[in-house]
Nanobody, 122 residues
Framework: QVQLVESGGGSVQAGGSLRLSCAAS????????MGWFRQAPGLEREFVAT????????YYADSVKGRFTISRDNAKNTVYLQMSSLKPEDTAVYYC???????????????WGQGTQVTVSS
């Protein structure tokens, strides 16, 4: 089992920045690819970004490319999502997730955090 706890959400004005963190415990963190997903009210959960277990490869949704950066620190068992130039349409609950291999599909992921709310006002 892997336990994931997100933090760093909050309210920010459009154009602002936030950094989300996801702390992992349980099985060896460095064995897992990590992903960030988000879900706005009334919408399905959507892919945001993912990173391989080494951190060497990342992949982003087109909607966040160039604005968000995913990174990880395996020594701290933590994955991050640096969000810049935030837009009102980025408002959602953000979730981190873990699985054995790189994927952009939510249903592929085995472990999920409880989510953290990000609200961007115009």
């Amino acid at each position: 089992q892997v336990q994931l706890v997100e933090s760093g959400g909050g309210s920010v004005q459009a154009g602002g920045s936030l950094r989300l963190s996801c702390a992992a415990s349980g099985r060896t963190f460095s064995n897992y690819a990590m992903g960030w997903f988000r879900q706005a009210p009334g919408l399905e959960r959507e892919f945001v970004a993912t990173i391989t277990w080494t951190g060497a490869t990342t992949y982003y949704a087109d909607s966040v490319k160039g604005r968000f950066t995913i990174s990880r620190d395996n020594a701290k068992n933590t994955v991050y999502l640096q969000m810049s130039s935030l837009k009102p349409e980025d408002t959602a609950v953000y979730y981190c997730a873990a699985r054995g291999a790189f994927s952009i599909t939510a249903t592929d992921y085995d472990y999920w955090g409880q989510g953290t709310q990000v609200t961007v006002s115009s």
